[in-house]
């Protein structure tokens, strides 16, 4: 319906269809603890000047007629966020109804799980920048980006994975998983183990039908698999790939 020849209906459908994806995979998925907050911290550690903070210093300084020094003030910065990923979508072949649904909702569980710093990725023969790590982007935009995607070409599963690398190494965080959804059956003739090895964590999302070649790339470079029935699985799987934490 997104791609309906009605104009309307498909600005109704695209404008829609985000919110439904996000608002379903919201339901029952554990709050994130990876979000970033400000925190109190000893000024010569940087950051800004946590005025509050330093007031008796700063008072108790003025009272004896001299000027506070850098460890008596307190300053505020952010704390590392405790969880990043990087979403890797396959779009080498067709992507119908119920492979862009499935894209949709793992770009949403994502979002959800790592809602500061999450970067989303489509590839065939070439790899593509659909939300990087640090950009600012809405998630309704960011699904809506995903249900966009058109599928074609061969499957470089290696590059795609060493671009999820690239992308993850800009990240303060300190846990970064890679996300691929994906058969894994490379078409580049590329071994895509050591880009996978080369990575912190890769978790594997891959039909339950056709995993075969997922299964040897996971056993091969240790990362972890889950094989999936219907898409109203992938939050379920997200969490517990995730809740497998290694680090």
């Not at 065939?124 to 074609?152: F, I, N």
């Amino acid at each position: 319906m997104a791609n309906a020849t009605d104009e309307h209906l498909r600005a109704a459908v695209r404008r829609i269809a985000p919110r439904l994806v996000l608002d379903q995979t919201r339901r029952g998925t554990p709050r994130s603890p990876g979000v970033g907050r400000r925190r109190s911290v000893p000024a010569w550690r940087g950051g800004d000047l946590d005025v509050d903070g330093s007031m008796d210093a700063v008072v108790e300084a003025r009272a004896e007629g001299r000027s506070p020094s850098v460890d008596e003030l307190r300053a505020t910065d952010w704390a590392r966020p405790g969880l990043a990923l990087c979403l890797v979508l396959d779009r080498s072949g067709s992507m119908n109804g119920a492979r862009l649904t499935t894209a949709a909702v793992a770009a949403a569980a994502c979002l959800t799980r790592a809602p500061e710093e999450h970067a989303v990725l489509s590839f065939a023969a070439d790899v593509q920048v659909l939300k990087a790590l640090t950009a600012p982007s809405r998630p309704t935009r960011t699904v809506e980006t995903v249900l966009g995607m058109r599928g074609h070409g061969t499957t470089a599963v290696a590059d795609a994975l060493v671009e999820a690398g690239r992308q993850l190494s800009r990240s303060r965080a300190r846990r970064r998983v890679v996300v691929l959804l994906s058969d894994c059956r490379s078409t580049d003739d590329v071994d895509a183990v050591p880009a996978a090895r080369a990575l912190d964590e890769l978790v594997v999302l891959a039909p339950a039908d056709d995993d075969d070649e997922a299964a040897r790339l996971t056993r091969a470079s240790g990362a972890r698999l889950a094989s999936i029935d219907s898409v109203l699985e992938v939050p379920r799987a997200l969490s517990r790939l995730l809740a497998d934490d290694r680090t």
